[in-house]
């Protein structure tokens, strides 16, 4: 749950020698659902310090896991979750796409369009908002950072609304994915909501003759492709 990447990438290293090398037990407490996949044969789900799924095969733990989690965060509008960090001077009161057709859903050829809506007890502030578009395993597929825009001014007013458009060349394949955001402010975390929305995407026409590529990756991208005869 510490340290950097590499400190974690040893200790599961290690984690992993013990259990197969040594013939020990290992108990792993993680919301890291790729370690967990990697480390692990079996699971148990815990919730709210009771157990919520007695022990299964870590696949079916993690599935488990997954959709209680979503189907709990779903139910509760973002202004009121409590499980947020930071002191909240600024704060995300909602998190929408804008373009959806059915409770946050689109299509693969739809292009994502996100609106955020802040409310802060600052009269004016300098800021930074971050969003991960993350899938169902935690796995991050991009990250979107404010200050990092060019011609975007980072100069907020106390309350207002912002939207963020992804390239029509980028999109998402079919599935369900969540959204992290956090908003920054002289480089302090003032507010940070993990699965702040889970929406939907739905097979479309990304590519004009309606396929989609045999192997399933986590986005689709436009592309060229050329013959080139080099000795004609």
Request: overall charge neutral.
């Given at each position: 749950?510490v340290g950097d990447?590499?400190?974690q ?12 090398g ?8 993680s ?18 310090g009771?157990i ?5 095969h870590i ?10 989690s ?7 509008n ?5 499980d ?6 600024v ?16 299509n693969v050829?739809?292009p ?12 004016e502030?300098i ?8 899938t ?22 106390k ?33 940070h909501v ?5 929406f ?15 192997g ?12 080139i005869?080099?000795n004609?």
């Amino acid at each position: 749950a510490v340290g950097d990447a590499e400190f974690q990438k040893k200790a599961i290293g290690k984690m992993q020698d013990v259990s197969r090398g040594d013939g020990r037990t290992v108990l792993f407490v993680s919301h890291n659902m790729a370690s967990l996949r990697s480390l692990c044969n079996y699971g148990i789900v815990l919730k709210n310090g009771l157990i919520a799924q007695e022990k299964t095969h870590i696949e079916t733990a993690i599935s488990y896991y997954l959709n209680s989690s979503v189907n709990d965060f779903e139910e509760i509008n973002i202004v009121e979750r409590k499980d947020r960090k930071g002191n909240q001077s600024v704060k995300i009161v909602s998190l929408s796409i804008l373009n959806s057709y059915n409770k946050n859903e689109i299509n693969v050829d739809t292009p994502l369009t996100l609106k955020i809506k802040y409310i802060s007890n600052l009269d004016e502030f300098i800021g930074n908002f971050l969003i991960s578009i993350n899938t169902e395993t935690q796995d991050c597929i991009t990250f979107l950072e404010s200050s990092i825009i060019d011609n975007f001014k980072n100069r907020f007013k106390k309350e207002g609304e912002i939207l963020v458009k992804l390239s029509d060349q980028f999109t998402l394949t079919p599935g369900k994915y969540y959204l992290n955001i956090a908003v920054l402010v002289n480089d302090e975390i003032v507010d940070h909501v993990q699965q702040a929305l889970v929406f939907k995407v739905n097979e479309g026409l990304f590519f004009s003759n309606g396929k989609l590529p045999s192997g399933k990756g986590l986005c689709l991208v436009k592309q060229k492709w050329e013959i080139i005869n080099e000795n004609n």
